[in-house]
């Protein structure tokens, strides 16, 4: 089970992270109104949903922010502070939350997923014909895994870029290439868009994967 540890020194500085199991949150530990959104909604739902919110406000305290409704925009993301950008992601048992000061970063983005491999039929939909080139290359046992991080890379690249140009982003949109150095990805737009200069990077750790991505030279 993975723990707050294994993600030591994965955030640059002036970042911080919260990890917590999905779970119904104490009322004391989410707000009215971040109950309010999902009050109808199935149990699953609220559990994720409030479990992120929950996650976020830990993070944000220690930042000195507390008690702040972390509601939702019309593209269901999460409204931060004014001063200050974040990222929420889940799986079926854990939260992740990144949030900073927008004088530290102007956004980021965040994905986690189970350090599984992607099924196989889902690999056109996700992965541009250069990536599909790139896991044909790949030793057989690991192309599931590797399409499963080109999945999670293209996640919190629309994370990153969403609160900032407003606009959706496809998988065919962006292609992704990891390099030097280790644990590293770059990103490369389709055509000229709306996706902001940006850097990413990643980490297998106890059966969670985990990217996060960046402006370029954050």
Known sequence: MIARADLAGFFPPGIEFELQPVRLPEPSETSAAERALVAGAAPKRQREFLSGRAAARAALARLGVAAHDLLSGGAREP???????????????????????????????LDCEPDEDLAEPLWQRVCTPAERAWLREQPA?????????????????????????????GFQELSVSFGAPAESFALHPAAPGPLQEARGQWRRAAGLLVCLVLPRGA
């Open 141 to 169: 046992e690991q192309r599931g895994r590797r399409a499963r991080l080109l999945f999670c890379a293209k996640e919190a690249a629309y994370k990153y870029q969403q609160p900032l140009t407003r606009s959706f982003l």
């Open 79 to 109: 409204l931060w502070p004014q001063h200050l950008t974040g990222s929420i992601s889940h799986t079926d048992e854990f939260c992740l939350v990144a949030v900073a000061p927008r004088a530290r970063c102007a956004g980021l983005g």
